[in-house]
């Protein structure tokens, strides 16, 4: 059965997640853990190596552009993972949650090739990452950071990413418990996505409210010429994306 959307986003408001067993469970559970991993968007832990090849853009990284390809790869079963917890019900219900502005993913591509990603769903301020790929070295890290400096400069507060992992933990990603982190939720979501109903059709206003997703587009593509709200982040003295990104990044207020 199709997972309704106006439930998801008020789960996803109150602190809980869906997931899944298996891929081809078809059975969906909703998620509280006890504690929480979230990434502080001012204390993402760059490493010299992870700076280089973000400087040298090793990677041509997008948004938005392959959201589909980017849930069905983070869905596949690795070497190192023999299944996932995403099955075709909440891979579908996230795909139309993009296709409504609520869904975004980040994509890492080498030679035309998607080789990393993640996918997420932003509301209000909050962005909750919820799974990420890689198929060469750095890659997913990579869309990490990019992400981290989309939402900086959108004007983001929370970066949920759900359970604490090694890889987390090494970029910098803190555990909390559950009760601290819905204190950090409630900060970050705006009247428009508290609201009872209408959740799923509200874009336009949760998109006013909220943080601004395509922030760090304009900046990008405004090459030397930033506007106000990016001119904290940048200076005219980059010249490559992977440079502003780092600037973006390296930045404190």
């Not at 983001?156 to 418990?177: K, R, V, Y």
């Not at 090459?223 to 780092?246: M, Q, V």
Request: with cysteine.
């Amino acid at each position: 059965m199709p997972i309704d959307l106006d439930l998801l986003l008020q789960a996803y408001a109150n602190g809980i997640f869906p997931m899944s067993d298996a891929r081809d469970d078809p059975d969906t559970f909703w998620i509280e853990p006890e504690f929480r991993a979230v990434m502080p968007l001012d204390g993402f832990r760059l490493s010299k190596s992870l700076a280089k090849t973000i400087r040298q853009d090793r990677f041509v990284v997008t948004a938005d552009t392959a959201f589909a390809q980017v849930i069905a790869t983070c869905a596949e079963a690795q070497a190192d993972r023999r299944d996932t917890w995403i099955n075709p019900d909440i891979e579908e219900a996230f795909c139309r949650l993009h296709q409504i502005g609520r869904a975004h993913s980040i994509e890492c591509w080498s030679q035309g090739r998607l080789v990393g990603g993640l996918y997420g769903l932003a509301l209000g301020r909050a962005f909750f990452g919820e799974s990420m790929f890689s198929r060469e070295t750095d890659a997913s890290k990579v869309a990490l950071a990019w992400l981290v400096a989309r939402l900086r400069l959108g004007g983001f507060e929370l970066l949920d990413c759900q359970f604490m992992t090694d890889h987390l933990a090494s970029l910098g990603a803190i555990e909390m418990t559950q009760s601290a982190y819905l204190k950090l939720l409630e900060a970050a979501l705006t009247k428009a996505v508290q609201a009872s109903s209408g959740l799923a059709s509200s874009t336009a206003a949760g998109a006013a409210s909220g943080g601004d997703w395509g922030s760090l587009d304009g900046a990008l593509a405004a090459g030397s010429a930033f506007g106000a709200s990016s001119e904290d982040f940048f200076s005219t003295g980059a010249s490559s994306p992977g440079k502003r990104i780092l600037q973006a990044l390296t930045h404190t207020s």
